[in-house]
């Protein structure tokens, strides 16, 4: 069975990831991915690199928990999270969630409501490094609004 959760340094594979969550389950019709890159720009000010930090065992059991949630909510067979912590550079890969279901619908859902999810609720602190000096990333009233689609209160406004 393939891990749900991996908080790692390492960059991953997309297609070895698919690949390993489609594993001998003949009932996969649709996989959907999202994979989230560090932008070299942010509020408008350019981006050297972005340190992520998190709280282990914590961090990993909030995204647990995201997964529970979006298997109650959704018709899917499976989902893989991947977050990467410690120094990453403009165009790195920074998360990856995938999903699968029978029906392409449930699977565009669920993926859409974890990546809302994790920017919101998952326990991770960004810093940036810019040209005017290392800043810490706040959390943004417009991902508690994309949170609030799916009927839960986000925290940052």
């Given at each position: 069975?393939?891990?749900?959760?991996?908080?790692?340094?390492?960059?991953?594979?997309?297609?070895?990831?698919?690949?390993?969550?489609?594993?001998?389950?003949?009932?996969?019709?649709?996989?959907?991915?999202?994979?989230?890159?560090?932008?070299?720009?942010?509020?408008?000010?350019?981006?050297?690199?972005?340190?992520?930090?998190?709280?282990?065992?914590?961090?990993?059991?909030?995204?647990?928990?995201?997964?529970?949630?979006?298997?109650?909510?959704?018709?899917?067979?499976?989902?893989?999270?991947?977050?990467?912590?410690?120094?990453?550079?403009?165009?790195d890969q920074i998360v990856l969630v995938v999903v699968t279901s029978a029906?392409?619908?449930?699977?565009?859902?669920?993926?859409?409501?974890?990546?809302?999810?994790?920017?919101?609720?998952?326990?991770?602190?960004?810093?940036?490094?810019?040209?005017?000096?290392?800043?810490?990333?706040?959390?943004?009233?417009?991902?508690?609004?994309?949170?609030?689609?799916?009927?839960?209160?986000?925290?940052?406004?």
């Amino acid at each position: 069975m393939t891990e749900r959760v991996s908080i790692q340094v390492d960059d991953f594979d997309l297609s070895a990831e698919v690949a390993q969550l489609r594993e001998r389950n003949p009932g996969v019709g649709a996989v959907c991915s999202l994979v989230g890159t560090v932008r070299d720009r942010n509020d408008g000010q350019g981006v050297h690199s972005m340190e992520l930090e998190h709280y282990p065992g914590m961090t990993e059991k909030a995204i647990e928990a995201m997964i529970d949630e979006a298997h109650r909510r959704f018709d899917i067979l499976g989902a893989r999270v991947i977050h990467r912590v410690g120094v990453l550079q403009p165009m790195d890969q920074i998360v990856l969630v995938v999903v699968t279901s029978a029906h392409r619908g449930e699977s565009f859902q669920a993926c859409e409501f974890l990546m809302d999810y994790l920017k919101t609720q998952a326990p991770f602190w960004k810093k940036e490094q810019t040209p005017a000096g290392a800043r810490w990333v706040d959390a943004r009233v417009s991902d508690d609004a994309a949170l609030q689609r799916w009927g839960i209160a986000g925290q940052n406004a």
